[in-house]
């Protein structure tokens, strides 16, 4: 069965410090991929997606996101975290073999300290 | 600006009263989606339309059913509501392609069942 997994329930880092935010999904199809953005109380923001060539992707507010095929996995970063990227992210998967439908990981909560 | 708007933002109920959420979309999109979010998890589909046609998932309650319309707007009718309905609903679109579109999220609406 497909399934998406976000190995850290929380994660707290220093503001102006690097962010990796980890996804590791299992998909016997060709994935598509996608990282959302939700704080609290709000939906859920886009950041980046990948569907196919370039597998470093670049999103809004200075995320990146590289697909690694290899180790089935989509790790978000930035070189410098605000304050205000406090908040729950998600990645999720989908494929067409699948009906398309996105499989959302469990979230990561990142606490920004100053 | 093109955007996804729910309302209310905030519904509390009583046990067993029906209650409707509604969507409205001003993208023009061809597909809508119904999540339902509990605290700390990801969102988990309930169903979606592809224009008007109706796809259920296989593990929503019956006690959760939804309208379209018309392109614009979408309907999350909570039959007899129990306190484990308490969530987040969110409300997404797509267009074109279907699924592998990039899903656009509604801010939400919080749902208190007492």
């Known amino acids: 069965a497909q399934s998406v997994t976000q190995p850290d329930i929380h994660i707290t880092v220093s503001e102006g410090a690097s962010l990796e935010l980890r996804c590791n999904y299992s998909y016997g199809a060709t994935p598509y991929l996608f990282w959302y953005v939700q704080s609290p109380g709000q939906g859920l923001q886009l950041l980046l997606k990948?569907?196919?060539?370039?597998?470093l992707v670049q999103g809004i507010k200075g995320f990146e996101a590289e697909f690694k095929r290899s180790q089935s996995s989509f790790n978000l970063r930035k070189p410098s975290v605000h304050w205000s990227d406090a908040a729950e992210y998600f990645c999720a998967v989908g494929a067409r073999e699948y009906g398309n439908k996105l499989v959302f990981g469990a979230g990561t909560i990142l606490r920004v300290k100053s | 600006d093109a955007m996804v708007i729910q309302n209310p933002r905030y519904q509390v109920t009583q046990f067993g009263k029906p209650v409707t959420l509604s969507c409205s979309q001003t993208l023009n999109h061809n597909v809508m989606y119904w999540y339902q979010q509990k605290s700390s998890q990801a969102p988990k589909l309930l169903f979606h339309?592809?224009?008007?046609?109706?796809?259920n998932e296989a593990d929503t309650p019956d006690n959760f059913q939804s309208r379209r319309p018309n392109t614009s707007f979408c309907f999350l009718d909570i039959r007899s509501p129990g306190l484990g309905d308490a969530a987040m609903y969110l409300c997404?679109?797509?267009?074109?392609?279907?699924?592998?579109?990039?899903?656009?999220f509604g801010p939400g609406t919080r749902l208190t069942v007492l």
């Open positions: 997404a679109t797509s267009g074109g392609q279907g699924h592998t579109d990039t899903q656009y």
């Open positions: 990948y569907f196919s060539g370039d597998t």
């Open positions: 339309y592809y224009d008007k046609d109706f796809n």
